[in-house]
């Protein structure tokens, strides 16, 4: 089955909703004016229920079908946030607010989620209820562990749930998905350095943090190649390093941060361990000490297999059978539905951005031409899942 005839419909408004939104970025929890709007807009499309304020600042609606004898309930989730990045797309509705934008499409994803909000309380032809989630902090703020924690499944009798995301390089109007380990584990690694700090010209008196810093980040890149199984994933990487004020002196201190990704439980336990040990041992080669802190972030993003195969069979619904990728490369890019997915049953897709600039880069745009695909799998995922 195409696109909805009245999904199609919709595309001005969701457009606009869309544009407004990006227009107007916020971060992390701190997503007021956004979950305003979607609580507002909820009210009057006439949902049952729209409860703001879970998870800090998340938004939640409720439509019940009018079908009879269906019980079930069903979650689909968007998330709000923005993240701190000038914009540089020259759009005329581009960012107002200097230093934010929305630069991973969030702001298309609520829209398409609003879109379908209006369109199934307007036909409500399922049985069952649709539970819409709009959450904040994904961007590094962990807002679906705290959705999760404010009682999000249990509080709505959530049985399954169900998110999306936009991918650039892949083909407008086509889907993305694959059972298992989709998306990685993402942890935060910080490294701090001491060493003896001293006179450039006088090394020898000295141990040079700069020097241990710079070894460590070296050994660490063995950690993947050596360690690892090869038939499996991992990545390090340092991405900053601290060091120093001045051309003539060597300091005392010094500090590495970065991050390591993994797609299964054993790859993440072996790194921590390795990055702990590796670390220490080659402070210790250079007469320095180095103390990590390691922690745990966002886990695996596992689909489960029933539902992923069901998700699929609605975007080829959608899409047309050739235009379903079911095996999907999974990617090192981590994403906080994964604890929704710890939760309950479910499956994260990805659509199509088409030809775009990548995520989390200053010129990227959400393609309002994905709305009437994402839109339109949000409602046929609905209807079907909930037949009665």
């Not at 009245?6 to 007021?32: C, M, N, S, Y």
């Not at 070296?218 to 991992?234: A, E, F, K, W, Y």
């Not at 990545?235 to 004020?245: K, L, N, R």
Request: one cysteine or more; glycine letters at 12%.
């Amino acid at each position: 089955m195409p696109i909805v005839n009245r999904v199609a419909d919709l595309h001005k408004d969701i457009t606009g909703w869309r544009r407004d939104f990006h227009a107007h970025p916020e971060l992390q929890f701190d997503v007021h004016r956004t979950a305003g709007a979607v609580a507002e807009l909820l009210k009057s499309f006439g949902c049952d229920e729209v409860v703001p304020g879970i998870g800090k600042t998340g938004v939640v609606g409720v439509i019940r079908g009018r079908k009879p004898g269906g019980k079930k309930v069903i979650g689909l989730r968007a998330d709000m946030d923005a993240l701190p990045l000038e914009e540089e797309t020259g759009l005329p509705y581009a960012s107002t607010v200097r230093g934010k934008m929305h630069a991973c499409g969030h702001d298309g994803h609520t829209a398409m989620l609003l879109g379908a909000a209006r369109y199934l309380a307007e036909t409500r032809n399922f049985a069952g209820t649709a539970v819409v989630i709009f959450q904040p902090a994904e961007e590094g703020g962990g807002g679906g562990l705290a959705m999760v924690k404010d009682g999000l499944m249990t509080r709505f009798g959530i049985e399954e749930v169900y998110g999306m995301h936009n991918y650039p390089g892949l083909p407008l109007g086509q889907f993305a998905i694959r059972p298992g380990s989709m998306m990685a584990a993402a942890d935060h690694i910080e490294i701090a350095i001491e060493g003896k700090g001293g006179h450039a010209a006088r090394p020898h008196l000295s141990i040079d943090t700069v020097l241990v810093g710079a070894q460590i980040i070296n050994q660490l890149q063995s950690i993947v190649s050596r360690n690892v199984d090869p038939l499996d994933c991992g990545v390090i990487s340092i991405c900053m390093f601290q060091a120093g004020h001045t051309d003539n002196v060597i300091p005392q201190h010094a500090r590495l941060r970065g991050t390591a990704r993994s797609l299964t439980p054993q790859v993440r336990d072996l790194l921590q361990k390795r990055i702990v040990e590796v670390v220490e041992g080659t402070a210790l080669l250079y007469g320095a000490r180095a103390n990590v802190t390691y922690h745990r972030g966002y886990p695996v993003l596992i689909n489960h297999d029933r539902e992923t195969s069901f998700a699929a069979g609605v975007a080829r619904e959608i899409a047309g059978e050739a235009k379903v990728d079911t095996d999907v490369a999974p990617v090192m890019g981590a994403e906080d539905f994964a604890y929704m997915l710890e939760e309950r049953p479910g499956a994260f897709i990805f659509v199509g951005n088409g030809d775009s600039a990548g995520l989390h880069h200053p010129a990227y745009n959400f393609n309002d031409d994905v709305i009437p695909f994402g839109t339109s799998y949000w409602v046929r995922l609905t209807e079907t899942a909930l037949a009665g």
